[in-house]
């Protein structure tokens, strides 16, 4: 009867492992994120919020450790750029930030167990939670950068870095307004080790409309709206813009900048310094 007394004794001599690395970012954060979230905002919380934002880049910066991508700036910044949770943009991919000049180019390079808590936390948003799904949906692209939303038009073939476990290239169009139009910008995905990293760049290409999708547009927009409905025309919207974008990435591979749009993809994805 003394061996499982002994056993239990050595289970708790035993030293208690570490949480990971990222633990200590996410309590951080979440911490700073209930403090000024209920806080009455004043020049004095700006400040303080300014500081927590500096703090957390700093944690970040020891996780993923040191990144240069030729174009962007040297020195990462927080990609989580509010800790208010009402306000607009909250929630973004947890990660360094890296910016070209006018910020055409941006850069995000974080770690696939913080990617991971990521997903979860946007589950409600309709974010796939597997990693290679996520990265082909445009709910990733539209919650992990800037404030504005994102319509994904076409997925670009590229050719996987061997330092690579996954790389993905879609071609899509970001904006605050209407979404249906040429799309310009090409964002890459791809993951190296424990590192994940994500470029996206606008007027990366220049593209044109599809005569055959915009007939598909034409007659879903024709079709009747469900007056029952109080969303019946953004709905009908909706649903011609789907079939509007799918249209576009089956005809895509056959238009004369689709080459152009592939060079650009891979090129984004050679400048990452995947190890």
Same mark, same amino acid.
């Given at each position: 009867m003394r061996l499982p007394?002994? !056993?239990?004794?050595?289970?708790?001599?035993?030293?208690?492992?570490?949480?990971?690395?990222?633990?200590? %970012?996410?309590?951080?954060?979440?911490? %700073?994120?209930?403090? =000024?979230? $209920?806080?009455r905002e004043s020049e004095v919380i700006y400040k303080q919020h300014d500081a927590a934002l500096k703090e957390l880049a700093g944690v970040l910066r020891g996780l993923v450790g040191p990144v240069a991508i030729k174009g962007l700036s040297a020195d990462g910044r927080s990609n989580v750029d509010t800790l208010f949770r009402s306000d607009v943009g909250f929630g973004h991919l947890d990660g360094l930030? =890296?910016?070209?000049?006018?910020?055409? /180019?941006?850069?995000?390079?974080t770690t696939t167990a913080l990617l991971t808590h990521w997903l979860r936390e946007h589950r409600a948003d309709g974010m796939p939670q597997e990693s290679s799904a996520a990265f082909q949906s445009?709910?990733?692209? %539209?919650?992990?950068?800037?404030?504005a939303a994102f319509a994904k038009y076409a997925e670009l073939p590229v050719t996987k870095p061997a330092s690579a476990s996954a790389? =993905?290239?879609?071609?899509? !169009?970001?904006?605050?307004g209407e979404l249906k139009g040429a799309p310009d910008e090409i964002d890459v995905v791809a993951i190296s080790?424990?590192?994940? %990293? =994500?470029?996206?760049?606008?007027?990366?290409? $220049?593209?044109?409309?599809i005569p055959a999708c915009e007939r598909v547009w /034409?007659?879903?927009?024709?079709?009747?709206?469900? $007056? $029952?409905?109080?969303?019946?025309?953004?709905?009908?919207?909706?649903?011609?813009?789907?079939?509007? /974008?799918k249209c576009f990435a089956n005809e895509a591979p056959s238009q004369s900048w689709y080459a152009a749009a592939v060079r650009k993809a891979q090129s984004q994805l050679d400048l990452l310094p995947l190890r």
């Open positions: 007394a002994l !056993l239990c004794l050595l289970v708790l001599a035993m030293p208690v492992h570490a949480a990971p690395p990222e633990r200590h %970012y996410l309590d951080l954060r979440d911490r %700073y994120i209930a403090k =000024f979230s $209920k806080a930030s =890296f910016a070209s000049d006018g910020d055409k /180019t941006q850069a995000v390079v445009d709910r990733f692209y %539209y919650h992990a950068i800037q404030d790389a =993905f290239a879609v071609l899509g !169009l970001r904006g605050n080790g424990d590192r994940v %990293y =994500f470029i996206a760049a606008r007027d990366a290409v $220049k593209t044109a409309d /034409t007659q879903m927009m024709a079709k009747p709206v469900n $007056k $029952k409905d109080p969303r019946g025309d953004m709905a009908r919207e909706d649903r011609a813009m789907d079939a509007y /974008t």
